[in-house]
């Protein structure tokens, strides 16, 4: 399993970025994916998920903001974030669950800063 994501970088307060991750190693279509995000002394908290049939959930922090959404030909998951606020910042993850372990990538920074 290998799960790269990208799409992070520095917006200012209000802007909008658009993350993307790019899974490998097992049958996409059938996995629900989560993306989660930590930021600096914070835990990793879930941000948003969607099931293997695209049903979605979200954090109460970014409902209205954010939206995860899937691409089962590309084997990608998205979240496009909007009107970014500072507290959004952190290393954003996203994960799957296969057999009971769960994987991540390496992460994408995501900076909101005036």
């Known amino acids: 399993v290998q799960l790269v994501e990208s799409g992070g970088g520095l917006v200012q307060p209000g802007g909008s970025l658009r993350l993307s991750c790019l899974a490998s190693g097992f049958t996409f279509r059938s996995y629900g994916m989560g993306w989660y995000r930590q930021a600096p002394w914070q835990q990793r908290e879930l941000v948003a998920d969607i099931s293997n049939d695209f049903i979605t959930d979200y954090v109460d922090a970014v409902k209205g903001r954010f939206t995860i959404s899937r691409d089962n030909a590309k084997a990608t998951v998205y979240l496009q974030m909007n009107n970014l606020k500072p507290e959004d910042t952190a290393v954003y993850y996203c994960?799957?669950?296969?057999?009971?372990?769960?994987?991540w990538g390496k992460g994408t920074l995501v900076t909101v800063s005036g």
């Open positions: 994960s799957v669950r296969y057999y009971g372990m769960d994987y």
